[in-house]
């Protein structure tokens, strides 16, 4: 019994150290919170792995990523709000998809009224190492958007996307 316990004790003494150690390892960034409002303040590159990736917001609290559709590099905004993957008709041609004046039967309600929109499907859009395919778009005219929009229908083909302290972590 005397031996159980000293082999108890021991191992909670070697766990607190082993613990200790392993708190000191964990690189941490005190200043993470500044970074966000400081003038000269770059957001970091995503971080990927695998089928996984994480973002920074900039300093407005959005998320940018570029992406490659149809094989071009399109950046976007990662917009929760927007039910369809939005693309400005400059970026559409880019990537090859190039609706017709006949297309645009849709309307898309924006921040700034309703306006007239195409639908499209993207066959393939790759984010970091996620790819999703089939995806439900819109193209809108460049004067009715400013940026492309990442929105449900990219993001709802995904395992999970969260937001927590400050990053987006969107994992396939």
């Known amino acids: ?33 500044a970074a966000v409002v400081q003038p000269g303040y770059e957001p970091r590159d995503p971080s990927t792995s695998g089928r996984s990736l994480i973002l920074d917001g ?37 990537a090859g998809i190039r609706p017709q004046p006949r297309d645009y039967t849709a309307t898309a309600v924006t921040a700034n009224g309703k306006i007239k929109a195409a639908r499209a499907t993207i066959e393939r859009i790759e984010v970091g190492g996620i790819t999703v395919y ?21 993001l709802s083909r995904l395992k999970r996307y969260e937001y927590a302290n400050g990053r987006l972590v969107l994992e396939q």
């Open 58 to 94: 900039d300093r407005q609290g959005h998320f940018q990523v570029e992406a490659r559709v149809e094989g071009r590099f399109v950046d976007f905004v990662v917009d929760t709000g927007a039910s369809l993957v939005v693309l400005r008709e400059s970026s559409a041609a880019l």
């Open 134 to 154: 089939d995806v439900p778009a819109m193209v809108l005219p460049d004067e009715a958007l400013t940026k492309n929009l990442l929105g449900v229908s990219f």
């Open 1 to 33: 019994m005397r031996q159980l316990l000293f082999f108890a004790a021991v191992l909670l003494v070697v766990g607190g150290y082993v613990a200790r150690y392993a708190d000191s390892t964990v690189e941490t960034r005190p200043d993470a919170q």
